[in-house]
């Protein structure tokens, strides 16, 4: 929310749904947002931010998933919830939804982290890599300056073997998040 705000998204834009009615004074305080206790009212936004424990997703995602279909509307879902499928998030809500995942990392608290995304087919932020006939690699060197930093940071890591590196390191993460999507992926009853 914080970082919204900075960003100069109006507080008139954010809607938080809270379930815990001290925690929703605490954010009204702090951010001077709209706060609701119905997780239903933040339906009406473009962007619904899913930022609930990986456990709680299904619970919530299929309490939204028949006012989505009542309403027809088709915001985007950003889920923070980590370990969880967006295949599974878009089944919960009623299916054919767009979805980001992402991951966010501790300093993005700051300002200053990064963020993993992962956005399902329905997502169009990636339409140029979606519609070229040029591979990924072939569109980045397009937008990299011959003998600028982009190239020169490049070819760094290319010479330190930091592509084997990123491979084995996303490959553990990849496994790691396999376990946790069958497990946080089953219905509850």
């Not at 997703?57 to 309490?63: E, F, P, W, Y």
């Not at 009542?70 to 878009?90: E, K, N, T």
């Not at 300093?107 to 519609?131: E, K």
């Amino acid at each position: 929310i914080g970082g919204l705000i900075s960003s100069s998204v109006s507080v008139a834009n954010i809607m938080v749904a809270e379930p815990d009615q001290q925690q929703r004074s605490r954010l009204q305080l702090q951010f001077a947002v709209h706060t609701t206790a119905d997780n239903s009212d933040t339906l009406s936004a473009d962007v619904v931010i899913l930022a609930v424990k990986p456990q709680l997703l299904q619970i919530v995602c299929r309490a939204l998933s028949e006012t989505l279909k009542q309403s027809g509307r088709q915001p985007l879902f950003i889920s923070i919830a980590a370990g969880v499928r967006s295949d599974d998030i878009d089944r919960w809500l009623g299916g054919n939804r767009v979805i980001v995942r992402a991951m966010p990392n501790t300093p993005s608290l700051l300002a200053s982290g990064a963020t993993g995304l992962y956005a399902n087919p329905r997502v169009s932020a990636a339409q140029m890599a979606g519609h070229s006939k040029l591979d990924v690699a072939t569109l980045r060197a397009q937008v990299t300056s011959k003998g600028g930093t982009t190239e020169q940071a490049i070819n760094h890591f290319q010479q330190a073997g930091f592509e084997p590196l990123v491979e084995k390191a996303m490959q553990a993460a990849y496994d790691r998040s396999r376990t946790l999507a069958n497990e946080l992926g089953k219905d509850q009853s």
